[in-house]
Nanobody, 125 residues
C-alpha cells in the first residue's frame, strides 16, 4: 500500500495562497491517479481535485474551480495543490489520496485506496 505524506498547510489570510505537497513514502504512486480531499469541522470529507496518472486530465470541485490547481511531478513522485484566492470557507484538513488501482480515476472517496494523514489549512478573514 502506498504511504502518502502531505505538507505545506498553514495559516493564511483571505485572498492569499498556499501550495500543498504530497510525497510517496515506501512505494511509488507512479501509474495511479491522485486526488485531494478536505474535511472541515463537523462536515463530511469532500472531493477537491484529482489528476490522472499521466497528468493529462484534471478534475475539480465547483467550489475551487478557477482558484486551485492540481499538478504532479512524475519524476519526483510528488503531487501538488496550488491554492489561490483562498477564502475562510476553504479552512479544513486537506488529505492526499492515491487511486484505488493503477490507471483508474474518480472523484468519490471510494475511488481512492490510500490516504495521507492530512495537513491543516486555516484561512482567516
Amino acid at each position: 500500500q502506498v504511504q502518502l505524506v502531505e505538507s505545506g498547510g498553514g495559516l493564511v489570510q483571505a485572498g492569499g495562497s498556499l501550495r500543498l505537497s504530497c510525497a510517496a513514502s515506501g512505494r511509488t504512486f507512479s501509474g495511479y491517479a491522485m486526488g485531494w480531499f478536505r474535511q472541515a469541522p463537523g462536515k463530511e470529507r469532500e472531493f477537491v481535485a484529482a489528476i490522472s496518472w499521466s497528468g493529462g486530465s484534471t478534475y475539480y470541485a465547483d467550489s475551487v474551480k478557477g482558484r486551485f490547481t492540481i499538478s504532479r511531478d512524475i519524476a519526483n513522485d510528488t503531487v501538488y495543490l496550488r491554492m489561490d484566492s483562498l477564502k475562510p470557507e476553504d479552512t479544513a484538513v486537506y488529505y492526499c489520496a492515491a487511486g484505488v488501482r493503477p490507471g483508474y480515476i474518480g472523484i468519490r472517496r471510494a475511488d481512492f485506496g490510500s490516504w495521507g494523514q492530512g495537513t491543516q489549512v486555516t484561512v482567516s478573514s
